[in-house]
Every structure is written in structure tokens, then in C-alpha cells.
């Protein structure tokens, strides 16, 4: 299986703040790769697709970028609804692996 | 709009088979650009990627799970289903559904969510 390594784990943020989520492959998955965002008690909600492609409906202060093993999830002037959890998966091997998350936290 | 919606028990006994259907609503699961997808969520963990189906019946499971798992289709129904045999704790957690979109020029991705349905493995 690819193994999906999300960095930093936490973090603590303020609103207007610029935030950065890493995501590593552990092996080459070129562009295919998605972006979630999830709340507590509800179902993750696609942000991006194939590293950097935008899902309809997202603000466009979220962005990824990355090709290969690397990959990043900017949110470029963080928002108050924006508080949740992050995800990423790898889509270009089966099992489509899940990164471990990213915790966004109100600083 | 697309809606999909799990159901099943929320409570299964140990070394029992936990059953859960999705139910989707607004497109049809036999639509050749969709695969149909089962994820869960641990409690205090991260996601786990189940396996999917496709129209055709063929499917994909993750190994860590392919011995214990089934998936199936009833497409006068518009649903899709999972089963889970031999159940411990481990098996604890959110089920969500998911439809994944794949483009013509390969890019993939979960676009449409269930709400998830807690199922708890105990007796």
C-alpha cells in the first residue's frame, strides 16, 4: 500500500492567518491526489482533486499544488469556518490511502 | 441533487456480520462514470479506505480487509451494500459511503458523502 504522511499534525491558527498542510507520498502517485476538509460529527467534504484542481463550490482561498511525492494544501487567509480537520488520499493505487490528518485549531 | 444515505444496525456482536446499504438518490448507480465506495472512520483516528464497486460488478477491496469483506449491488433498488464478517471491536466505527467520480482523463475523487452511520461492535 502507499503510505500518506500529513505534516504537521496540529496546527493552532488565528483567523486571517495563512496555513500550509504537507502531504507525502511514499512512493510516486503523480498528480492524482484529493484534498478533504472535515468537521466533527459530519462526513469529509472534497476541496481539491488531482493535486490542484478546485471541487465546485470551494472557496478559492483553498489551494494544493504538488506532483510525484509532495504536495501541499494552502489556505491562503483562514477563515472562521475553516476549523476542522484535513485529509489527503492518494487515488492513483488501490487501497485509494488516506493521509493521518491535519488538525486546524483556533490559536 | 445526489444524496447518499447508509443504514443498517448500529450494533453488532462479536464475530457477527455487520451489514450496511447505501441508498443514493439524484444519479444512478449504474452510471459508467461513478464507483461506489465504502470508508470508515475509527473513533479518534484517521480514514480508512474500504474498497469500491462498479456497475459492471466488478470490485476492489482493501487487503487489509479483502478476506471479510463483500460488496454488492441491487440496481432496481439504486443501492449498494457492504458486509463485514467476523467482527471484533477493531471494527468499530463511522461507515460512510461515497460516490468517486472518475474523469475521462483519470482524475478521481469522492465528490458525494452519506452522513455516516456509527455501528459498535459489542455484546
Known amino acids: 500500500d502507499i503510505q500518506m504522511t500529513q505534516s504537521p499534525s496540529s496546527v493552532s491558527a488565528s483567523v486571517g492567518d495563512r496555513v500550509t498542510i504537507t502531504c507525502r507520498a511514499s512512493q510516486g502517485i503523480t498528480s492524482w491526489l484529493a484534498w478533504y476538509q472535515q468537521k466533527p460529527g459530519k462526513a469529509p467534504k472534497l476541496l481539491i482533486y488531482?493535486?490542484?484542481s478546485l471541487q465546485s463550490g470551494v472557496p478559492s482561498r483553498f489551494s494544493g499544488r504538488g506532483s510525484g511525492t509532495d504536495f501541499t494544501l494552502t489556505i491562503s487567509s483562514l477563515q472562521p469556518e475553516d476549523f476542522a480537520t484535513y485529509y489527503c488520499q492518494q487515488t492513483n493505487t488501490f487501497p485509494h490511502t488516506f493521509g493521518g490528518g491535519t488538525k486546524v485549531e483556533i490559536k | 441533487q445526489v444524496q447518499l444515505q447508509e443504514s443498517g444496525p448500529g450494533l453488532v456482536a462479536p464475530s457477527q456480520t455487520l451489514s450496511l446499504t447505501c441508498t443514493v438518490s439524484?444519479?444512478?448507480?449504474?452510471?459508467?462514470?461513478?464507483?461506489w465506495t465504502w470508508i470508515r472512520h475509527h473513533p479518534g483516528k484517521g480514514l480508512e479506505w474500504i474498497g469500491n464497486i462498479y456497475y459492471r460488478g466488478t470490485s476492489y477491496y482493501n487487503p487489509s480487509l479483502e478476506s471479510r469483506i463483500t460488496m454488492s449491488l441491487d440496481t432496481s433498488k439504486n443501492q449498494f451494500s457492504l458486509n463485514v464478517n467476523s467482527v471484533t471491536a477493531a471494527d468499530t466505527a463511522v461507515y460512510y459511503c461515497?460516490?468517486?467520480?472518475?474523469?475521462?482523463?483519470?482524475?478521481?475523487?469522492?465528490?458525494?458523502w452519506g452522513q455516516g452511520t456509527l455501528v459498535t461492535v459489542s455484546s
Open positions: 461515497a460516490r468517486d467520480q472518475v474523469a475521462n482523463w483519470g482524475a478521481r475523487r469522492l465528490d458525494y
Open positions: 488531482a493535486a490542484s
Open positions: 439524484g444519479t444512478s448507480i449504474t452510471s459508467g462514470s461513478f464507483h
